[in-house]
């Protein structure tokens, strides 16, 4: 079981950057895999990034480049660099951890969102 707490989000310009960070408590957290997600009213949550336990990483096409996940294992922390930001990127973002131990990824435990709006 592991509970997360996302921080960071707000208000920023076009061309901004914001760091988003997610706060795990609980157990396991090394071993496991996190993501990034965000959703927009009336659309489904979409994966924005990935990293593994082992710290590999996968980005939605629409962020590579200017989005980084990374984690501090250490603090019990992921995090979502996000510069060059653009209006698209207005969602609310939730941070997901998986169950370290199913054969495949599964995202099971969810955070409350936070919202991240980037204006013109």
């Known amino acids: 079981q592991v509970q997360l707490v996302e921080s960071g989000g707000g208000l920023v310009q076009a061309g901004g950057s914001l760091r988003l960070s997610c706060a795990a408590s609980g157990s396991a957290f090394s071993i496991r895999n996190m993501g990034w997600y965000r959703q927009t009213p009336g659309n489904q949550r979409e994966l924005v990034a990935t990293?593994?336990?082992?710290?590999?990483?996968n980005y939605a096409a629409s962020v590579e480049g200017r989005f980084t996940i990374s984690r501090d294992n250490s603090k019990n922390t992921v995090y979502l660099q996000m510069n060059s930001l653009k209006p698209e990127d207005t969602a609310i973002y939730y941070c997901?951890?998986?169950?370290?131990?199913?054969?495949?990824?599964?995202?099971?435990?969810w955070g409350q969102g936070t919202q991240v709006t980037v204006s013109s």
């Open positions: 990293i593994t336990s082992g710290g590999s990483t």
């Open positions: 997901a951890a998986d169950n370290p131990f199913l054969s495949r990824v599964r995202y099971d435990y």
